[in-house]
């Protein structure tokens, strides 16, 4: 009797795809979180014959912070799109400055904590991407605008990046889409973005 054993061997490929920014869409997972804002001709951001756009950490990633020192001015931050980054950067330049603030926060006002939104966004990093920031006035517009499909949005208020005075800082409501100024030791929700 004669035994014959066959062997097959199957051979898989390592293939994963890349998702293609062309492909993507307001409300899908990528790069780390949801595509928020896919820019349109004649919007700042918008790169002719390329797709860009805002890409929001998942919920899962709402942080709670204060904005930082109540009666200070940071000074030159912008309301306008593609100024988050550079905002961010400059709160927490401003921040890292300050003598001891994180140690001893109330030299701005008995209601500071220490919690800077701008050093724990500077920090975050998901999916391998660490060019987080938090969004500017107008970059929330964008938020607020597609926050149906983007999900995740309590109706609450949303820290920006952008500084109103000393005391107050730029905050968006989830419930009305209505820009306000609050006190920068509130204690707000920060939900970061990243351009691609």
């Not at 306008?80 to 905002?87: D, I, K, T």
Request: charged share 20%.
């Amino acid at each position: 009797m004669v035994l014959i054993l066959l062997s097959a061997v199957i051979i898989f490929s390592g293939c994963v795809k890349e998702e293609s920014p062309e492909d993507v869409t307001i409300g899908e997972p990528y790069q780390g979180g949801v595509v928020a804002h896919i820019f349109e001709p004649g919007e700042e951001g918008y790169v002719e014959g390329k797709k860009t756009g805002i890409i929001i950490a998942p919920v899962e990633e709402v942080f709670l912070s204060q904005w930082g020192c109540q009666g200070r001015a940071v000074g030159g931050t912008s309301p306008e799109v593609g100024f988050g980054r550079s905002n961010t950067e400059k709160v927490l330049a401003f921040h890292d400055a300050l003598p001891n603030y994180y140690s001893n926060p109330t030299q701005c006002h008995p209601a500071n904590n220490g919690t800077v939104a701008a050093r724990v966004t500077i920090d975050f990093n998901l999916g391998g991407f660490n060019d987080w920031f938090m969004p500017s006035q107008e970059e929330m517009n964008y938020l607020y605008k597609n926050r149906d499909k983007i999900g995740g949005f309590s109706s609450v208020e949303y820290w920006s990046s952008c500084e109103s005075n000393a005391a107050n800082a730029c905050v968006m409501s989830f419930v009305t889409g209505e820009l306000l100024s609050k006190p920068k030791s509130e204690v707000l929700n920060v939900r970061v973005i990243r351009f691609f």
